[in-house]
């Protein structure tokens, strides 16, 4: 069995999304869905529940009183908060451990590179268009999925990819997929749509490391970005190092300017102070 069939035969044993986490998300979709709707599906997710509580009383979100119960919580809340919840809490469980081992990333470093990302697109998102909030902040969370499951892989070839690099003087991710026959980004695109993920999600995953990614949908130009950007101050740099460039000209097709980036990122380091309980979940 080659490399690539090992993997894609992985993707059949990714523990599902959390159908709690689904079925909110769809009823959030819903512009007459009251709290007791909501709930009503909560509340049979006794881990969702928890952390929902948990991480409506920490700083990030910023309530203006302690919340005890899943009813207060829902009736505290906004949707779009509600909705960055649920999908931070039903996400963390897949990043937990030495999940990034393989990339050279420390125990807990994936998870919070991935929650800055999710919140770097959700600052960004107000200067792109055609991008919907929540999905911003979902897919940053999950764009990177793809590591969690290809590390033991990336561990075994680990020396040839970065001969490769150095040899070939090429990306990390482009040794990756020469020798693994997939790279991260594509196997998260492949376990978003295992996860029925709306395919704009699914796509954004699969090409945030392309390199006309800022051409691409609003979507995955803006997650291209904002894990760009997130690398760039740091966050998150394992053995992959600076994988993905920003190019001036994608920059000006969706709008951006140097300035609003400035801006975000200057933004995120707030942002991640307050993020520093979610980022312990």
Same mark, same amino acid.
């Given at each position: 069995?080659?490399? @690539?069939?090992?993997?894609?035969?992985? %993707?059949?044993?990714? #523990?599902?999304? #959390?159908?709690?986490?689904?079925?909110?998300?769809?009823?959030?979709?819903?512009?007459? =869905?009251?709290?007791?709707?909501?709930?009503?599906?909560?509340?049979?997710?006794?881990?969702? %529940?928890?952390?929902?509580?948990?991480?409506?009383? %920490?700083?990030?979100?910023?309530? #203006?009183?302690? /919340?005890?119960?899943?009813?207060?919580?829902?009736?505290?809340?906004?949707?779009?908060?509600?909705?960055?919840?649920?999908?931070?809490?039903?996400?963390?469980?897949?990043?937990?451990?030495?999940?990034?081992?393989?990339?050279?990333?420390?125990?807990?470093?994936?998870?919070?590179?991935?929650? !800055? /990302?999710?919140?770097?697109?959700?600052?960004? =998102?107000?200067?792109?268009?055609?991008?919907?909030?929540?999905?911003?902040?979902?897919?940053?969370?999950?764009?990177?999925?793809?590591?969690?499951?290809?590390?033991?892989? /990336? !561990?075994?070839?680990?020396?040839?990819?970065?001969? +490769?690099?150095?040899?070939?003087?090429?990306?990390?991710?482009?040794?990756?997929?020469?020798?693994?026959?997939?790279?991260?980004?594509?196997?998260?695109?492949?376990?978003?749509?295992?996860?029925?993920?709306?395919?704009?999600?699914?796509?954004?995953?699969?090409?945030?490391?392309?390199?006309?990614?800022?051409? +691409?949908?609003?979507? %995955?130009? @803006?997650?291209? @970005?904002?894990?760009?950007? /997130?690398?760039?101050?740091?966050?998150?740099?394992?053995?992959?190092?600076? !994988?993905?460039?920003?190019?001036?000209?994608?920059?000006?097709?969706?709008?951006?300017?140097?300035?609003?980036?400035?801006?975000? *990122?200057?933004?995120?380091?707030?942002?991640?102070?307050?993020?520093?309980?979610? *980022?312990? @979940?």
């Amino acid at each position: 069995m080659s490399r @690539l069939e090992e993997i894609l035969a992985l %993707t059949k044993h990714v #523990p599902p999304f #959390p159908k709690v986490a689904q079925r909110v998300m769809d009823l959030l979709r819903q512009d007459d =869905v009251n709290a007791a709707q909501l709930a009503e599906v909560i509340q049979y997710d006794q881990a969702i %529940t928890a952390n929902v509580l948990k991480m409506c009383n %920490t700083s990030y979100f910023g309530l #203006p009183r302690k /919340v005890t119960s899943l009813d207060d919580a829902l009736v505290v809340l906004g949707h779009d908060t509600l909705k960055d919840i649920i999908i931070a809490s039903s996400s963390a469980k897949f990043y937990t451990g030495k999940v990034g081992a393989g990339y050279h990333l420390e125990q807990g470093e994936m998870w919070k590179h991935s929650v !800055a /990302v999710g919140i770097m697109a959700k600052l960004l =998102v107000r200067h792109i268009q055609d991008v919907d909030p929540g999905s911003a902040f979902t897919c940053g969370l999950l764009h990177d999925i793809g590591k969690r499951f290809l590390s033991a892989f /990336v !561990a075994d070839e680990f020396k040839e990819i970065m001969e +490769k690099v150095d040899g070939e003087q090429c990306s990390f991710v482009e040794a990756e997929k020469e020798l693994l026959g997939m790279d991260h980004a594509e196997l998260g695109g492949a376990i978003l749509e295992k996860w029925e993920f709306a395919p704009d999600l699914v796509d954004a995953v699969k090409y945030h490391h392309y390199p006309d990614a800022l051409e +691409k949908g609003p979507l %995955t130009a @803006l997650i291209a @970005l904002s894990n760009s950007l /997130v690398i760039s101050m740091g966050i998150g740099i394992g053995a992959d190092g600076l !994988a993905s460039e920003v190019q001036g000209e994608g920059l000006e097709k969706i709008g951006v300017s140097p300035e609003m980036l400035q801006l975000c *990122m200057m933004d995120l380091l707030e942002e991640m102070e307050k993020a520093q309980d979610m *980022m312990n @979940l």
